[in-house]
């Protein structure tokens, strides 16, 4: 079997969870079947998905699986050693799980009321290192931050409700509080990898 049509097997499971409704127990058989799909190594490597270098000036790639208009959205990410991000939420549901290398998760949760739009104050609830055998998932409105440590990049998927691109009203919290719009100043473009 072809990479893509692995790919179109797996979202047709996946749709079906989505259309009945994605709450916590629902993210538990999505991350079940991502680890299987993670398994798939001969399809899903650095060979397919290079890592990218410092010498091409980015620290990240997101290869996107599948077009498939507003509807949950496959891609495997690629992050050098030193990679973070601010905490930011999805908007929609996300399921993170490793082919190869680490990943620090910081899940926080809101300590504030949310009454003023432009600031935030965020505790820190948890800290997971996403890897093979240890994946995370997230509701739309859970916040997480992300930062690889070590010397080896990491190739994970990461599976999402609808496209990230589409995603207008995510947001992303700064150091001093401060929320900004996170696909409008933190997010990189993806690279697209259908029909592989």
């Known amino acids: 079997m072809s990479a893509d049509s692995v790919v179109q097997s797996f979202l047709e499971k996946i749709r079906v969870i989505h259309q009945r409704g994605v709450d916590r127990e629902a993210l538990k058989e999505i991350v079940s ?42 891609y495997v990410n690629s992050l050098l050693p030193g990679k973070s991000t601010i905490p930011h939420n999805h908007e929609t549901w996300a399921v993170i799980v490793a082919i190869e290398g680490q990943e620090l998760n910081e899940v926080f949760r809101r300590a504030d009321d949310g009454s003023d739009p432009t600031r935030a104050d965020l505790q820190l609830e948890q800290k997971v290192i996403v890897q093979p055998g240890t994946s995370i998932s997230f509701l739309g409105e859970d916040l997480h931050g992300i930062r690889v440590d070590g010397e080896h990049a990491t190739l994970h998927f990461h599976l999402y409700g609808r496209p990230l691109e589409s995603l207008e009203n995510r947001y992303g919290v700064k150091a001093d509080g401060a929320v900004v719009l996170y696909n409008k100043s933190q997010m990189t473009p993806s690279i697209e990898a259908y029909g592989l």
């Open 33 to 74: 079947l991502l680890e299987g799909l993670a398994e798939r190594r001969e399809l899903f490597n650095f060979e397919r998905f290079p890592a990218p270098t410092e010498a091409q000036g980015t620290t990240q790639f997101r290869y996107r699986l599948n077009d498939d208009g507003e509807t949950p959205t496959l």
